[in-house]
Each structure stands twice: as structure tokens, then as C-alpha cells.
């Protein structure tokens, strides 16, 4: 059974208040976690890893 929860591009854009350019920024230069590909035009994030990068950023 898989339980990899994942979350969309749209949604965790909305959840950041930032630009779909600031998230691939961010994804390049390693200050984010690295997306899923879920096919050839969408993308997604692990949920425990954009959770682990928001408790990091609240230190």
C-alpha cells in the first residue's frame, strides 16, 4: 500500500502566496524540495517534504 501523500503545483502555490517562477527558482537552486513528475505537464511536492522545508524555514 502506498501512502505517498502529494500535493499539486497549483495547490502549494496558493498555500506559499508565491509565483510558479519563484517555486522552480527555488526547486534549481536547491532551497526546495525537488518535485514528482506525475506526467508530462504535472508536477507535485511530497507533502512531508514541503512540510519538513516549512518547520526549516520557521526556525
Not at 508565491?18 to 526546495?32: N, V
Not at 505537464?41 to 520557521?58: L, P
Request: proline letters at 5%.
Amino acid at each position: 500500500m502506498n501512502n505517498l501523500q502529494v500535493i499539486r503545483t497549483p495547490d502549494l502555490l496558493k498555500q506559499l502566496c508565491i509565483s510558479r517562477i519563484t517555486l522552480w527558482r527555488w526547486c534549481r537552486e536547491g532551497k526546495f524540495p525537488q518535485p514528482l513528475k506525475a506526467n508530462s505537464k504535472a508536477f507535485g511536492f511530497r507533502v512531508k517534504d514541503v512540510e519538513a522545508w516549512m518547520d526549516g524555514q520557521k526556525k
